[in-house]
């Protein structure tokens, strides 16, 4: 007779843990009807734009987005929907709309006259404007009607349901206009908070009245965003560009600088492109140098990403995408190493341990450091002695660990003098 029923063998893994691939992408979209064969609010993983389509419906902003992402070579993404909600309401000027962030892509309508979004809060009514102009993040109004009906749409955009691998996002087929700043807004608060980068497509340059009317537009959105995660573009088209930078992100190094990246979709645009210094210009933003986007450029007969420059600003120390994103990878991977470290052994208040904690975090960053392809050129790794003042042994912190890492950074333009003499 046996002793016991079940014989279970207990196994500790205590070696190192998984690495991310820290390039993981996810779409996220929205519908006003079920998905033909798939949940709203889902999370399903995809290798295949047809399965997708298959899914979500060949048109959807999903499956959009998925046939850019494959023809990138993506091999596997996230993809999730969320359900579109109208709304109807009667209010007044100074009021607030109940649901907020309003859907941008859904027209927001009212039988009391023309309506206009806005990226002032509280927006306000003039001579050159609508009847009711409206804040899409906020939900604030403002017209001079003593009460108006307005006709609205949102989304319930709960990010949290994407896993914790996800390292990359676009909001699937959206041309970010004055009418998404609560979509984005959402997308960028959850992105910041969970170090995922975002790719966004600002508006179709070509369908505004002039150019100075789209750069007016394109540097009010990036501008209400001000964001080192968030990478905008702009062109002449209504296509998803998006997605195709994004599959150039998920294939490539997390360190990736996307500085005249080849984007196959999209028309390119030939006036208003200049650089993070030129203010006025896409790339340069307003007046005051902020809301920069990036521009899809021709160069020979190519389409390319005019730079590769955040909704930071020229000024901010995350200006550049590859710099937020290689900050976001050098810093999982020391943390990664630090509790492999701390999962597989005792870390002793010694100058053994001391070895060994300062060993854990070289031997993450010695691989990618001072090489030619490298995203650091070098660092500095400080650990305390066991009887420094700043180690709290009491505790069992070990704190004042110091890492100093200059990044290698990435020219983009060339100085050069030349004299020619006969």
């Keep these: ?11 500790a893994e205590t070696g ?23 949940e709203f609010g889902e999370v399903n993983s995809y290798s295949s734009a047809s399965d997708v389509a298959d899914d979500y419906g060949e048109d959807s902003d999903v499956a959009v987005a998925s046939e850019e992402l494959a023809a990138r070579g993506v091999e596997r993404w996230r993809v999730v929907q969320f359900e579109e909600t109208e709304h109807t309401e009667t209010l007044g000027d100074g009021e607030t709309l109940e649901n907020t962030p309003v859907l941008g892509n859904a027209d927001v309508t009212s039988e009391d006259g023309t309506v206009e979004a806005s990226i002032d809060d509280p927006p306000e009514v003039g001579e050159e404007t609508a009847d009711i102009v409206y804040n899409a993040d906020t939900g604030a109004i403002a017209t001079e009607s003593a009460e108006v009906t ?26 970010m206009g004055r009418e998404h700043i609560g979509v984005l807004n959402a997308a960028q608060s959850w992105a910041s908070a969970n170090d995922v980068g975002i790719v966004a497509a600002g508006i179709n340059v070509s369908a505004q009245p002039d150019l100075a009317t789209a750069k007016e537009i394109a540097s009010d959105v990036a501008g209400y965003v001000p964001s080192g995660d968030l990478l905008m573009l702009v062109d002449n088209s209504s296509q998803e560009i998006a997605a195709s930078l994004l599959g150039d992100l998920a294939t490539s190094q997390p360190w990736y600088n996307p500085f005249w990246a080849e984007i196959p979709a999209g028309e390119p645009i030939r006036e208003g492109v200049g650089d993070p210094g030129t203010e006025g210009t896409f790339e340069g933003g307003n007046s005051e140098g902020d809301g920069p986007v990036n521009a899809i450029i021709s160069v020979d007969g190519v389409n390319r990403l005019s730079n590769s420059l955040t909704t930071a600003g020229a000024a901010s120390d995350l200006a550049f995408f590859d710099i937020a994103r290689t ?4 810093a999982a991977r020391v943390t990664s190493a630090l509790e492999s470290l701390q999962g597989s052994q005792n870390i002793p208040f010694t100058s053994d341990g001391r070895t060994q904690v300062r060993s854990a975090i070289v031997g993450v960053l010695a691989p990618i450091t001072g090489g030619p392809r490298d995203p650091l050129a070098e660092t500095e790794i400080i650990v305390p002695e066991v009887d420094d003042d700043v180690v709290d042994r009491e505790n ?14 990435s020219a983009h333009q060339f100085g050069v003098e030349l004299t020619v003499t006969a």
């Design 1 to 11: 007779m046996p002793r016991n029923i079940v014989d279970i063998d207990l196994r």
């Design 16 to 38: 190192a843990a998984p690495q991310e691939t820290f390039t993981d992408p996810a779409l996220v979209g929205t519908a006003a009807e079920s998905p033909p064969d798939a």
């Design 150 to 175: 307005i006709e609205y749409s949102t989304a319930d955009w709960d990010f949290d349901e994407l896993p914790d691998d996800v390292d990359l996002l676009v909001v699937a087929d959206r041309r």
């Design 327 to 330: 900050k976001v990878f050098t």
């Design 396 to 409: 069992r912190v070990w704190a004042g660990i110091e890492i100093e890492a200059r990044l290698s950074g």
